[in-house]
């Protein structure tokens, strides 16, 4: 690792000032990605943040029909939460198959959006719900959130503070791992939401993605049946020594449909 | 710049400075001479560096000693201070549940981990459990069997 300062934080405020008070400052959530980094030297900070104790970051909450959960709640925590289990079950399902016991228990929601993995399972309940995100300025929705591979709408020292997933109908999510790391290859998150169903992508391209045919198709009937015919596009999908763009686009139709009949269990 | 930290390690109050690219799984084996939780691949993915951090099994290569400030830590020489093997390791013992035992520190402390969040796990829940811990000798049927009886024995002690 290159060298940098270390501050531990101890509310938004402080966390704020620790940051705009460093030259090239980052924030430190449950580290599960950014310690790798460091520790591969592709990043090289001047001073890591750590938001762990920021009590405002934590804690899940039921507001009406939508589920709050803060930034810093593990993953496991997620996976556990009564709240989240009764109100969206494909969320806390979703959380509790991420990485490994280990990766869950210090790995956060927060962590995991901002960062926008191409791999990662959280921007596809995210987007796949719709859910609002709210930063330490604002409020940003899930279809304007994840902008490109590793890229966010967050600006510079933005820091998301919890997220408000609203509850659907029915939902699931449905991926194939890479059977070492753990990462979808592919994934998809099926949601419906009164009238309208999301369908979100991960894994497959550069950035998660929602499949408006799908949609449109699983709005008519929401049945496996109704994906058939439908083509996934393997032209934007990543080709990497894990996958091919055409079998990515095999599979995000084989989880789609999966999802679909997971989701009406 | 190094920042002191406490901490607990294995019930004892630890003071040191650190430098905050100090991983904690350094921190464990060069500055305390706590060598028994192990490096195995040093990308969070093998889990022979698996500890306690306050009750909860991480892996201890993906976090800085700095983070642990405050924290109360177990490592696998935590287990049998008076020299009776803990019962997962007498389960691993009697199980057969390692071979060259590189990973087993990691293993019993997973271990150990499974027995207090799945008293009655069955076999399916031990092996998605044991997901974050890789053995290249054993095949892990003698893992899973050594969990499952170490998770008995333990179920059994405290009730």
């Given at each position: 690792?290159?060298?940098?300062?270390?501050?531990?934080?101890?509310?938004?405020?402080?966390?704020?000032?620790?940051?705009?008070?460093?030259?090239?400052?980052?924030?430190?959530?449950?580290?599960?990605?950014?310690?790798?980094?460091?520790?591969?030297?592709?990043?090289?900070?001047?001073?890591?943040?750590?938001?762990?104790?920021?009590?405002?970051?934590?804690?899940?909450?039921?507001?009406?029909?939508?589920?709050?959960?803060?930034?810093?709640?593990?993953?496991?925590?997620?996976?556990?939460?009564?709240?989240?289990?009764?109100?969206?079950?494909a969320?806390?399902?979703?959380?509790?198959?991420?990485?490994?016991?280990?990766?869950?228990?210090?790995?956060?929601?927060?962590?995991?959006?901002?960062?926008?993995?191409?791999?990662?399972?959280?921007?596809g309940?995210?987007l796949g719900l719709g859910?609002?995100?709210?930063?330490?300025?604002?409020?940003?929705?899930?279809?304007?959130?994840?902008?490109?591979?590793?890229?966010?709408?967050?600006?510079?020292?933005?820091?998301?503070?919890?997220?408000?997933?609203?509850?659907p109908e029915r939902a699931a999510y449905v991926?194939?791992?890479?059977?070492?790391?753990?990462?979808?290859?592919a994934g998809v998150f099926v949601a419906q939401l009164g009238e309208k169903v999301r369908v979100a992508v991960?894994?497959a391209?550069?950035?998660?993605f929602r499949h408006r045919e799908m949609e449109q198709a699983l709005e008519r009937t929401f049945a496996p049946d109704a994906l058939e015919g439908i083509a996934v596009d393997?032209?934007?999908?990543?080709?990497?020594?894990?996958?091919?763009?055409?079998?990515?686009a095999h599979l995000v139709k084989v989880m789609a449909v999966r999802a679909v009949v997971q989701a009406l269990k | 710049?190094?920042?002191?930290?406490?901490?607990?390690?294995?019930?004892?109050?630890?003071?040191?400075?650190?430098?905050?690219?100090?991983?904690?799984?350094?921190?464990?084996?060069?500055?305390?001479?706590?060598?028994?939780?192990?490096?195995?691949?040093?990308?969070?993915?093998?889990?022979?560096?698996?500890?306690?951090?306050?009750?909860?099994?991480?892996?201890?290569?993906?976090?800085?000693?700095?983070?642990?400030?405050?924290?109360?830590?177990?490592?696998?020489?935590?287990?049998?201070?008076?020299?009776?093997?803990?019962?997962?390791?007498?389960?691993?013992?009697?199980?057969?549940?390692?071979?060259?035992?590189?990973?087993?520190?990691?293993?019993?402390?997973?271990?150990?981990?499974?027995?207090?969040?799945?008293?009655?796990?069955?076999?399916?829940?031990?092996?998605?459990?044991?997901?974050?811990?890789?053995?290249?000798?054993?095949?892990?049927?003698?893992?899973?069997?050594?969990?499952?009886?170490?998770?008995?024995?333990?179920?059994?002690?405290?009730?």
């Amino acid at each position: 690792m290159f060298r940098f300062d270390y501050h531990r934080a101890t509310s938004l405020e402080d966390a704020r000032a620790a940051f705009d008070a460093a030259e090239d400052g980052v924030f430190l959530a449950g580290g599960m990605t950014l310690i790798p980094t460091l520790k591969q030297r592709l990043a090289m900070p001047s001073d890591l943040v750590d938001l762990s104790g920021v009590e405002a970051l934590r804690g899940i909450t039921l507001e009406g029909d939508h589920v709050k959960i803060g930034a810093m709640v593990s993953h496991k925590d997620v996976a556990k939460s009564p709240n989240v289990r009764d109100a969206i079950p494909a969320l806390a399902i979703l959380a509790g198959d991420i990485g490994d016991p280990m990766v869950r228990a210090r790995g956060t929601l927060g962590g995991s959006v901002a960062n926008n993995d191409p791999a990662a399972d959280y921007p596809g309940a995210v987007l796949g719900l719709g859910a609002t995100i709210q930063t330490d300025r604002r409020e940003i929705l899930a279809d304007d959130f994840f902008t490109a591979m590793f890229e966010t709408a967050l600006e510079d020292g933005e820091l998301i503070s919890s997220i408000r997933f609203p509850r659907p109908e029915r939902a699931a999510y449905v991926k194939f791992h890479n059977p070492a790391s753990r990462y979808a290859i592919a994934g998809v998150f099926v949601a419906q939401l009164g009238e309208k169903v999301r369908v979100a992508v991960t894994g497959a391209g550069p950035t998660v993605f929602r499949h408006r045919e799908m949609e449109q198709a699983l709005e008519r009937t929401f049945a496996p049946d109704a994906l058939e015919g439908i083509a996934v596009d393997a032209g934007p999908l990543n080709s990497d020594m894990h996958a091919s763009a055409d079998f990515r686009a095999h599979l995000v139709k084989v989880m789609a449909v999966r999802a679909v009949v997971q989701a009406l269990k | 710049m190094a920042l002191s930290i406490n901490l607990t390690v294995n019930g004892e109050a630890v003071t040191k400075t650190v430098e905050p690219t100090c991983l904690l799984v350094d921190f464990l084996r060069d500055d305390l001479q706590l060598t028994g939780t192990h490096v195995g691949c040093d990308t969070s993915q093998c889990g022979a560096c698996t500890i306690h951090l306050d009750g909860q099994p991480v892996k201890a290569c993906t976090i800085l000693a700095v983070q642990a400030d405050g924290a109360e830590i177990l490592t696998i020489e935590g287990l049998a201070p008076e020299g009776e093997l803990h019962p997962m390791q007498a389960a691993f013992a009697q199980h057969h549940g390692l071979q060259c035992g590189f990973c087993t520190p990691g293993m019993v402390m997973t271990g150990i981990g499974i027995a207090r969040q799945h008293p009655d796990a069955d076999e399916a829940t031990i092996r998605r459990e044991l997901e974050g811990n890789l053995c290249r000798c054993t095949g892990y049927q003698n893992i899973v069997k050594a969990v499952a009886a170490g998770t008995r024995l333990m179920t059994d002690s405290e009730s």
